[in-house]
Nanobody, 120 residues
Framework: VQLQASGGGLVQAGGSLRLSCAASGRTFSRHFMGWFRQAPGKEREFVGRINWTGVTYYADSMKGRVTMSRNNAENTVSLEMNRLEPEDTAVYYC???????????????WGQGTLVTVSS
């Protein structure tokens, strides 16, 4: 089972990025798919999650700036981020889990992460 995140990079404050995550090895059509992030020296932080019918839930700090979507047939999930701020700089991880909670330790599968750097 593998989750492959991509799309990170360097962007100026106020800019946008679209992250993608492709799952292989099994289908996650009945799993929550989520995004977390981890900045240097900080704990892994919940960004948002989407269930198998497309219902989303976002962290308060991200509401209005992010949109998640998924394609169950292709086993992919994406995270569109807008109005990025330097404080959004982190490694972003995609994850799959049965419960969709905000606690990172309760998610079952993780991707390797993709670095997002927002310059001021």
């Amino acid at each position: 089972v593998q989750l492959q995140a991509s799309g990170g990079g360097l962007v100026q404050a106020g800019g946008s990025l679209r992250l993608s995550c492709a799952a292989s090895g099994r289908t996650f059509s009945r799993h929550f798919m989520g995004w977390f992030r981890q900045a240097p020296g900080k704990e892994r932080e919940f960004v948002g999650r989407i269930n198998w019918t497309g219902v989303t839930y976002y962290a308060d700090s991200m509401k209005g700036r992010v949109t998640m979507s998924r394609n169950n047939a292709e086993n992919t999930v994406s995270l569109e981020m807008n109005r990025l701020e330097p404080e959004d700089t982190a490694v972003y991880y995609c994850a799959a889990g049965r419960f969709g909670v905000v606690v990172a330790s309760d998610w079952d599968y993780w991707g390797q992460g993709t670095l997002v750097t927002v310059s001021s």
